[in-house]
């Protein structure tokens, strides 16, 4: 059974950083793709970053370019999401996901098939 665990959201003021993790299992993650997506309150899941099966291609939300990374281990079947600069807009539950299939739209949670359950990050003073 497929199954990702996020982690690392928490409470952080506005400038700080936070990093996300997302560990799979039940999914050897070095054949698929990864994406973070976002969803705050009232608002439609967002697509943040995504990265290729081997780590050498990764896309940004314009909202986030500059601030955030994405990165992974496959070692450790674990994908990585550093945020910095982080404003009262990035409040939301983050989620990784997996696509299926090798051809996938980074924006598009439509295209992607397995979630985790989401880690909550606010941004607040």
């Known amino acids: 059974q497929v199954q990702f665990v996020e982690s690392g959201g928490g409470l952080v003021q506005p400038g700080g950083s936070l990093r996300l993790s997302c560990a799979a299992s039940?999914?050897?993650?070095?054949?698929?793709?990864m994406g973070w997506f976002r969803q705050a309150p009232g608002k439609e899941r967002e697509g943040v970053s995504c990265?290729?099966?081997?780590?050498?291609?990764?896309k940004y939300a314009d909202s986030v370019k500059g601030r955030f990374t994405i990165s992974r281990d496959n070692a450790k079947n674990s994908v990585y999401l550093d945020m910095n600069d982080l404003n009262a807009e990035d409040t939301a539950i983050y989620y990784c996901?997996?696509?299926?299939?090798?051809?996938?739209?980074?924006?598009?949670?439509?295209?992607?098939?397995?979630w985790g359950q989401g880690t909550q990050v606010t941004v607040s003073s």
């Open positions: 996901a997996a696509p299926v299939g090798s051809s996938y739209d980074c924006s598009d949670s439509a295209d992607f098939d397995w």
């Open positions: 039940g999914f050897t993650q070095s054949y698929y793709a």
């Open positions: 990265i290729t099966s081997s780590g050498d291609v990764t």
